[in-house]
């Protein structure tokens, strides 16, 4: 029999401005909830719409001992690192980022962007990794939007990209160094979705437009809200009431690992996050040649 995951907590988004003054909305890290295992920090970054000459982004900053994810809903970023990697991300598409050892990149618009503006929306996510790869080489994974497999409900009412994991029948092309289940649903209004989810993970919602309705309780949540699900269940329930529903669903299993983090760096240990900034000083993860 299975059973669905009733919803433990629900946590607000904090807005904070981040990297060279974008505002990102933030369920996590904040001093309610520091990080969600195997997850470190989420934002939503955007909605916002900026005249000619405003587009932000961040400059040069280092990464090591985790993966970020951006996935990309209008707009565009740019990006390019310390190994020579560059390019930009457009309205669909996902870079998953694994840092390892160690990579300073930036995220800034490109100036065809800067010059025009436009409306910018879109997500990073910060997955840890498991002591034994914290040290490994990076790599990216560039998946444009037309890659990202795509299930639809046999009554066309509920779609979802699978970024991650396994939904309605239709696996993810990226790969992961743990297993998580990263989806972006869209349920039109009155559609409903009972959703499987393994056991072993920890999962929760994220909206993103729209008032959804979780679990058998049916709770009412409105966007820019993390809905967390208990752990006794093998489903969850989502459905949308009069306007389409917009919402991410994430999970994974947890590493159960000491966090030691101080800014870009997350490692196991003190020792190793004096050894990040003592490599980064030294310029051992490069630098970005502009």
């Known amino acids: 029999m299975s059973a669905t995951r009733t919803i433990e907590r629900t946590y607000p988004s904090v807005r904070t401005v981040e990297g060279g003054g974008f505002v990102v909305h933030r369920p996590f890290p904040t001093r309610m909830l520091m990080d969600f295992d195997p997850f470190l920090l989420l934002d939503e970054m955007g909605p916002v719409d900026y005249a000619p ?52 990149h930036s995220e800034m618009p490109d100036p065809s962007f800067v010059a025009t503006g436009g409306r910018v929306h879109g997500l990073q996510l910060w ?22 497999p795509i299930a639809t409900s ?10 991650a994991g ?11 160094r743990t297993p998580i289940l990263y989806q972006h649903f ?3 209004p009155g559609a409903r979705i009972v959703h499987p989810v393994p056991r072993d993970y920890r999962v ?26 208990d752990n006794d269940g093998d489903t969850v329930t989502m459905a949308a009431g009069a306007e389409p529903l917009d919402v991410l669903l994430l999970g994974g299993v947890p590493l159960n690992e000491p966090v030691v983090r101080y800014g870009p760096f997350v490692m196991n240990t ?19 040649t502009h």
């Open 53 to 104: 000459g405003e587009a932000k982004g961040a400059p040069d900053h280092p990464h090591r001992g985790f993966e970020t994810v951006t996935y990309v809903l209008e707009g565009q970023f740019g990006h390019k690192d310390s190994a020579g990697h560059s390019g930009t991300l457009r309205a669909g598409d996902v870079q998953w980022m694994t840092a390892g050892s160690g990579v300073v």
């Open 127 to 148: 997955v840890n990794l498991p002591k034994r790869d914290k040290m490994i080489a990076p790599r990216y994974q560039e998946m444009p939007s037309e890659g990202i």
């Open 154 to 163: 046999d009554d066309s009412k509920v779609r979802v990209k699978v970024i």
């Open 166 to 176: 396994e939904a309605l029948g239709v696996k993810a092309a990226i790969e992961t």
């Open 186 to 188: 869209t349920l039109q």
């Open 204 to 229: 929760f919602a994220y909206g993103l437009a729209g008032t959804g309705f979780y679990s058998d309780e049916q709770l009412e949540i409105g966007p820019q809200q993390m809905i967390v699900f």
């Open 270 to 288: 003190e020792d190793e996050i004096r050894q990040a900034v003592i490599d980064y000083q030294a310029g051992r993860m490069g630098q970005i």
